[in-house]
């Protein structure tokens, strides 16, 4: 080939790989750049078997954490990740929401099991001592903080939720407060990637 028409095919490709990247549909989340390995994890789940990343490769996870008694994000999280998987429809079926609880003490997997099913039944609760489910939010960067209210209590927690691609990578971080629909929107691009 002559060196003209290499360097034009060579030109040709790299515009082409450029315009794609920049054709590309962005996520709402913010993005991991690069994406890095999730970290992985086991721990007693709402479903009776472990629960870890691994169990689920091949699919698209939305890791979330809260607690059951929560009074209002986590079960507006919730609402709004059960809404974007019956938005996705048979797509739903390659997204698993795994939900890790913060709260040792109250939330066991049945209780975890019931919370869950209300929202969606294919959400999958994790839970196990304060020691576990602490290594899993600090390797998550996770903060939860016990606060007292009356004579119970309730946790201070970090509210925003990890997708974690087919792969097992960390490909992006989505604050509290998106709506369904934006959750849908990635959760397309992840699946589709």
Do not use: N, W
């Not at 629960?51 to 507006?76: H, I, N, Y």
């Not at 109250?106 to 001592?129: E, H, N, S």
């Not at 489910?133 to 998550?140: D, H, I, N, P, S």
């Amino acid at each position: 080939m002559k060196p003209a028409l290499s360097l034009l095919l060579s030109l040709m490709t790299l515009i082409a790989g450029a315009r794609a990247h920049a054709e590309a549909p962005e996520l709402f989340a913010g993005v991991f750049d690069p994406p890095r390995a999730a970290p992985e994890f086991s721990l007693p789940s709402s479903d009776g078997e472990p629960v870890s990343l691994e169990r689920f490769r091949g699919k698209v996870v939305v890791l979330a954490f809260g607690f059951t008694s929560c009074p209002d994000v986590c079960p507006t999280t919730l609402t709004t990740l059960a809404g974007a998987r019956r938005a996705l429809g048979q797509q739903a079926a390659d997204v698993q929401v795994v939900y890790v609880t913060v709260d040792a003490a109250r939330d066991d997997a049945k209780r975890m099991r019931d919370y869950l099913a209300a929202f969606d039944p294919a959400f999958l609760g994790a839970t196990g001592t304060a020691q576990q489910l602490g290594a899993v939010r600090e390797a998550y960067g996770v903060a939860a903080e016990r606060v007292a209210r009356g004579e119970s209590y309730a946790f201070s927690h970090s509210s925003f939720t990890y997708l974690i691609d087919r792969a097992g990578k960390l490909r992006a971080l989505m604050p509290y407060g998106h709506a369904a629909s934006d959750y849908a929107h990635d959760l397309r691009i992840l699946l589709g990637s």
